[in-house]
């Protein structure tokens, strides 16, 4: 069994930071790509960054400048550098990962959430 855990989630006010972190736990063989996405009530979840295992990182045009995706292979972590927070950023941030499983091969695996609002 595989499982992803997001933590760092927060209220903060505009113009500032958060880290926001995710691990995989279980049977893992291997980590392949991972992805940051969120989602705000009554809208579908949307990508924010997706890094490769080889740490080649793809950005949505609303994180692109502002947001830096990274992962270290070695703890099957992924986190999330968010700077510059505008009121719209405010969502619930979702870990995915499409992992290797010694058990069942490969599948994609989601976390919990982890809420974000930005707010004076």
């Known amino acids: 069994q595989v499982q992803l855990w997001e933590s760092g989630g927060s209220l903060v006010e505009p113009g500032g930071s958060l880290r926001l972190s995710c691990a995989a736990t279980g049977r893992i063989y291997r980590v392949n790509n991972m992805s940051w996405y969120r989602q705000v009530p009554g809208k579908e979840r949307e990508l924010v960054a997706t890094?490769?295992?080889?740490?080649?990182?793809n950005y949505a045009d609303s994180a692109s400048g502002r947001f830096i995706i990274s992962r270290d292979n070695t703890k099957n972590t992924m986190f999330l550098e968010m700077t510059n927070l505008k009121a719209e950023d405010t969502a619930v941030y979702y870990c995915?990962?499409?992992?290797?499983?010694?058990?069942?091969?490969?599948?994609?695996?989601w976390g919990q959430g982890t809420r974000v609002t930005v707010s004076s």
């Open positions: 995915f990962a499409n992992v290797w499983t010694y058990d069942t091969g490969v599948m994609d695996f």
């Open positions: 890094i490769s295992r080889g740490h080649t990182a």
